[in-house]
């Protein structure tokens, strides 16, 4: 297993073409994965007639796509962790391909519902994408380019409509799924060509179990929302479908919660910045979708109904297509945000502006250019929610979880979406006005839907809120040693050096994030993560997590200094072999040492200024600091974490419930105690900045026997355990002299090596108890009349009775 590195250019500048190359071909292929969604709208209507089936059964050519896209998001997201990301965004465009070709040769229902289902596999190319960028871009191409990935799913169906409505009118309707597939072959040849392959990976088994529970519950979930309109919503069905959902993704959580590599890491999943990122994600989607369901409608709607346009379905996709564009505009503009202020400001502004959108919808419908001036407004309120989504998901997730982090965002988007389409169809066919004998849907219909996409965005804004805080570039720099638990020494030197970044976000409210402040006289405080100073580079933006230093030296600009120092672990251990790189803050490297045997380094300054400082071994994690140097040589140490951990869960031997409350103990193979903790409510417990290699695991709890056990850290990432503790055994008895109970007469339990386990005295009723016994010999001394001794076997959990009888000595 490996792990990412911070992304500064080894030599000279960062490679920008090759990284506009990488933007580029994965913006590509988001679009052309989005653009399949969309190419089927033109023909739904003629599905009926152009496969010779029902309209309720060619429904399913829309259904199987977004079936088997719920189902494959989070999986390719989880298998591109393990095995690679490129390799799993290959695969999607093969299937993407595929699909196409057979939608294109078919000329009956079955083989269109199974092209369509292949194609709804390729939908974890976007999260893949944005996956792959974080670990190989430059990290101030970051923001700008997973907000262009993000967006590029919103930027595919507006210009898709359109590109669709002209194909299908002047060609055969086969040729939309051509065209589809060779946009897949093209996106195939330029990923190999310009997309590197993704180093980092979590490794591990897939977890087929929970892949399965997973797409049951999914499968219940969806097909009971885009169904329930024509099965009936109070249908034995759709009822039982809902049901069927609640009971398998509960059961499913159960799983992924117990086993040892899940398929979705449920816990990292509950942190507070996933989890309300993914709620609001859905309230987005919701958002978004409502746009897709009514304005098409609104434009092509005859005239003479009084609110309708009477335009062609071309005319109501070039009219929506301006939003595409305006998406893909506002993506540098949200990354810009983000970086200023933190992706939760950019999310809380785009829900707003998504909300005024549909707000002026209502009151202008009536004119072409109202829905252009509409459709872009929205947009752009998508562009900035769409482009912060993957900053937040990243920023609060390892580097080897990103895929399936944000190949999860992406599905709560997806339930979002296909909720829209459930609510608008409910409320349209509810909501109607006769038309020449005909229903069709009315004003007060159609206002009704954007009103509750007002909401649904207006919701996203309230959720987004709940996020932890994000601090501006203004902050100084005490207040974030402060919250990570710094020091400031007499030298005017504080360090964090000890604190995941995911720690100290916790602490510092959700983002690391300073800029220049007094520490001791003459001294500035600045910061770094991942490469970058957090000024320039908010934490959600961050590359990779590593830890952050906040480091302050006198500020006065003079010539050229060395910077000496030496990389130690947290045992104050020196790391021999460690690569210590100096660069720029625009992030041209400048120096470059390998830590000595001691871990001493020596890299030079060119002279005064701010620097970054990185630091990296294999099996630890990384650490990037920003360093102020000025007129004197910097003397500088280097405390690098461990990269792995230890996680776990502790139940009972006796039914296999949790153990809360019990004391968990790791020690070294020298037996230093490296870290110490308790289960929760659950039986777990987690154990960070672990060294591989093998460690002693001990675990204690009342009425348990202790357990000991090696364990073998793996090179990075978690490694996950299971234990069960026995119930102790339980020695009792009554101690009586000439038949009466004695109370108060001392009971001492002695084992076979002669050491005194437990001494008590007896009650009132002459009663006496030991538990949390071992397997083995045991001596029950009791005194009170001339003391009596008895030896006796404990076999192993259980009761173990042992009444005394005590006498005077001439009886």
């Not at 402060?482 to 100290?504: C, F, K, L, Y």
């Not at 920003?626 to 996680?647: K, R, W």
Request: aromatic fraction near 4%; hydrophobic fraction near 50%; charge should be negative.
């Amino acid at each position: 297993m490996t792990h990412a590195l911070p992304r500064p250019a080894d030599t000279g500048e960062p490679a920008t073409p090759r990284a506009n190359a990488v933007v580029a071909v994965l913006a590509f292929g988001g679009i052309v994965v989005s653009l399949m969604q969309t190419l089927v709208i033109p023909i739904v209507p003629e599905l009926p007639r152009l496969l010779n089936a029902p309209a309720s059964d060619t429904a399913w050519a829309v259904t199987a796509t977004l079936l088997a896209a719920a189902v494959a998001t989070p999986m390719t997201g989880r298998l591109g962790d393990m095995y690679g990301k490129r390799r799993m965004l290959l695969i999607s465009l093969v299937m993407l391909v595929a699909g196409s070709v057979t939608a294109a040769l078919s000329d009956s229902l079955a083989p269109m519902i199974v092209g369509r289902a292949l194609q709804g596999l390729a939908s974890g190319v976007i999260p893949l994408g944005i996956s792959i960028m974080r670990d190989e871009l430059p990290a101030e191409r970051l923001g700008s380019a997973t907000a262009l990935m993000s967006a590029s799913l919103g930027v595919g169906g507006a210009l898709g409509l359109p590109a669709a409505a002209l194909i299908a009118d002047n060609l055969d309707w086969h040729a939309l799924f051509w065209v589809s597939a060779g946009l897949g072959v093209v996106t195939l040849l330029l990923v190999p060509a310009f997309v590197p392959e993704s180093e980092v990976r979590t490794g591990g088994r897939f977890d087929l179990v929970g892949g399965i529970g997973m797409a049951a519950g999914l499968v219940s979930l969806l097909l009971a929302i885009s169904k329930g309109g024509d099965w009936g919503w109070g249908s034995g069905t759709t009822l039982g479908l809902f049901a069927a959902a609640v009971v398998v993704l509960l059961a499913w959580g159960r799983w992924e919660l117990r086993v040892n590599e899940p398929l979705v890491d449920l816990r990292t999943t509950a942190r507070r910045q996933v989890l309300v990122t993914n709620l609001a994600s859905i309230a987005v989607g919701f958002a978004m979708f409502a746009m897709s369901l009514v304005i098409p409608q609104l434009l092509q709607l005859p005239e003479a109904t009084g609110y309708g346009l009477g335009k062609s379905l071309l005319v109501a996709g070039l009219t929506m297509a301006p939003s595409g564009l305006v998406m893909m505009a506002t993506a540098p503009v949200s990354a810009a945000l983000s970086k200023a202020k933190g992706p939760k400001i950019t999310l809380m502004v785009g829900a707003l502006i998504v909300a005024a959108g549909y707000g002026l919808n209502i009151a202008l419908m009536s004119e072409l250019w109202h829905f252009v001036l509409v459709t872009c407004v929205i947009g752009a309120g998508i562009g900035f929610t769409y482009g912060s989504m993957p900053a937040l998901i990243m920023g609060a997730v390892p580097a080897s979880e990103t895929g399936a982090a944000n190949s999860l965002n992406t599905l709560m988007r997806s339930i979002g979406t296909s909720t829209a389409s459930a609510v608008a169809g409910v409320i349209l066919a509810q909501m109607t006005t006769d038309f020449g004998g005909t229903s069709l849907p009315s004003q007060d219909g159609f206002k009704a839907v954007l009103a509750i996409g007002a909401g649904a965005a207006l919701l996203a804004f309230a959720v987004a809120s709940f996020i932890p805080r994000q601090r501006g570039a203004g902050a100084g720099g005490a207040e974030v040693a402060e919250a990570g638990g710094a020091e400031v020494t007499e030298a005017g030197v504080a360090e964090v050096t000890e604190a995941r970044v995911a720690e100290v976000t916790e602490a510092a409210g959700a983002a690391v994030s300073v800029g220049e402040g007094p520490v001791g006289e003459g001294a500035v405080v600045e910061a770094a993560v991942g490469g970058m100073p957090v000024a320039e580079a908010p934490v959600a933006e961050a590359p990779v997590p590593a830890a952050a230093a906040v480091v302050a030296v006198p500020a006065a600009e003079r010539g050229g200094i060395p910077v000496r120092g030496r990389v130690l672990g947290a045992d104050r251990a020196a790391v021999g072999g460690a690569s210590v790189t100096l660069i720029s803050l625009g992030g041209k490297q400048l120096g470059r040492s390998v830590a000595r045997g001691d871990g001493s380094y020596g890299v030079d300054a060119p002279g005064a200024g701010s620097y970054v400082l990185i630091a990296s071994s294999e099996g630890y994690q990384p650490q990037a600091s920003t360093i102020v140097v000025a007129g004197e040589p910097v003397a500088y140490d280097v405390l690098l974490s461990g990269a792995s951990g230890l996680a776990g869960v502790v139940r009972s031997a006796d039914g296999g419930t949790p153990v809360a409350e019990a004391v968990v103990i790791v020690t070294d193979v020298r037996g230093e105690v490296l870290a110490t903790g308790r289960t929760d409510v659950l039986g777990e417990f987690t154990v960070t900045d672990l060294v591989p290699g093998a460690v002693t695991l001990a675990v204690n709890s009342p009425k348990h026997r202790p357990l000991a056990q090696v364990v073998e850290i793996g090179g990075a990432g978690t490694t996950r355990v299971e234990l069960e503790l026995r119930p102790g055994a339980q020695v009792r008895g009554t101690v009586r002299g000439g038949g009466t109970p004695l109370s108060d007469a001392r009971v001492t339990l002695v084992d076979a090596a002669g050491n005194v386990v437990a001494t008590t005295r007896t009650g009132l009723d002459g009663a006496y108890a030991f538990s949390d016994l071992d397997t083995g010999a045991y001596t029950v001394i009791a005194t009170g009349y001339p003391p009596r001794a008895a030896s006796l076997s404990v076999p192993g959990s259980g009761v173990d009775d042992h009444d005394i009888e005590l006498a005077h000595a001439w009886e």
